[in-house]
């Protein structure tokens, strides 16, 4: 059964390994018969910053307004990005600031503890690229930039499950071995 999906590139790199298995992802879901968007972050038109937090209503750029109706659209929503310092690059977690917003992400309730999460019905995976060998990211530093994107971002706003797969260590990494990743990648969209 065909699926929509998103596959948001969260490298400023159109040329990263990232923007590869971006693609790779993108080839292997449309030839599958998978409805496919893209969003490239490095291209689009906006401010990361949220400026006053949600006290003051900070205007969405068109990008931005395309963004949130893009993933609105999507059943299946791919985030390709680097793991620099331990997780995502300022300009994902920019995106996510100015994206996922009360009244779109997540809904505040008087006297309830946790706010409503308004993005149900919707399943990720992150392919995710790190200098940082996968085992040590995992055992050593305990995951901490899978576990903000997995459990206290798209879980809290109600996507789920969330798959991660992690790619490295990147910097060593021969050439065999990123074709044999972006195969992976491929199949995932085959698969998805």
């Known amino acids: 059964m065909s699926k ?14 990232c923007a590869a298995l971006a ?45 949130q109706e893009a993933i609105l659209w999507a059943q299946h929503i ?7 310092w331990g997780a995502m690059p300022a ?11 009360p009244g779109f992400a997540f809904k505040y309730q008087k006297g309830a503890l946790m706010p409503d999460a308004l993005l149900k019905g919707r399943s990720a995976h992150l392919l995710v690229t790190m200098d940082t060998p996968p085992w040590f990211y995992r055992w050593v530093y305990r995951m901490p930039g899978h576990n903000q994107m997995k459990r206290t971002i798209l879980e809290f706003c109600g996507i789920k499950p969330v798959k991660i797969t992690s790619f490295g260590p ?17 199949g995932f969209g085959v698969n998805a």
Do not use: M
Not at 78 to 84: A, E, G, K, Q, S
Not at 175 to 185: G, N, P, Q, V, Y
């Open 91 to 101: 300009l994902l977690k920019g995106f996510i600031d100015r994206v996922f917003l």
């Open 78 to 84: 791919v985030i390709v990005y680097p793991n620099w």
């Open 170 to 186: 990147v910097q060593s990494a021969k050439s065999e071995t990123r074709e044999k990743w972006l195969a992976r990648a491929n």
């Open 4 to 17: 929509r999906i998103l596959v948001i590139l969260g490298h400023s790199s159109s040329q990263s390994l």
């Open 23 to 67: 693609q790779a992802y993108v080839e292997g879901a449309s030839s599958a018969g998978h409805e496919v968007r893209t969003l490239h972050l490095g291209e689009l038109d906006f401010d990361p910053i949220l400026h006053n937090g949600y006290k003051e209503i900070q205007s969405l750029e068109p990008d931005l307004v395309e963004s």
